[in-house]
C-alpha cells in the first residue's frame, strides 16, 4: 500500500522558514520523480517544485524561485521542501506527490499539510 505521511506545516510569520517532509512507503521511491504541489483557498493546484528520480534535476515554480529548495534523501524514502522568505500568498495546502511513466498507473499523493503565512 502506497503511503505518504507530511509534516512540518504549520503558521509562521512573513518572512520566517519552514521545512516539509514527506516520508514515502509502499513503491520503489528511488524511481520516481518527486514533486510539491499547492493549493490555496478557493484557488486550484499549483505546481511548486520537483526534483528528478536521480536527484541531479530540480525545477521551481518563478514566484519561489530562490525562496524554496527542494531535496531527497533516499535511504530515508524522504522529499523535503525547505521555504525561506516565506510570504502571505504562499498561504495554502502543500501536498506531496510522486509519479512515473505511465502515469496514469504510477500517480501517488500525500494527504496535505497547512501552510499559513500571517503576521
Known amino acids: 500500500e502506497v503511503q505518504f505521511v507530511e509534516s512540518g506545516g504549520g503558521m509562521v510569520q512573513p518572512g520566517g522558514s519552514l521545512r516539509l517532509s514527506c516520508v514515502a512507503s509502499g513503491f520503489t521511491f528511488s524511481a520516481y520523480d518527486m514533486s510539491w504541489v499547492r493549493q490555496a483557498p478557493g484557488k486550484g493546484p499549483e505546481w511548486v517544485s520537483c526534483?528528478?528520480?536521480?536527484?541531479?534535476?530540480?525545477y521551481y515554480l518563478d514566484s519561489v524561485k530562490g525562496r524554496f529548495t527542494i531535496s531527497r534523501d533516499k535511504p530515508k524514502n524522504t522529499v523535503y521542501l525547505q521555504m525561506d522568505s516565506l510570504k502571505p500568498e504562499d498561504t495554502a495546502v502543500y501536498y506531496c506527490?510522486?509519479?512515473?511513466?505511465?502515469?496514469?498507473?504510477?500517480?501517488?499523493w500525500g494527504q496535505g499539510t497547512q501552510v499559513t503565512v500571517s503576521s
Open positions: 506527490r510522486g509519479y512515473r511513466r505511465p502515469y496514469y498507473r504510477n500517480d501517488y
Open positions: 526534483i528528478k528520480a536521480g536527484g541531479d534535476y530540480t
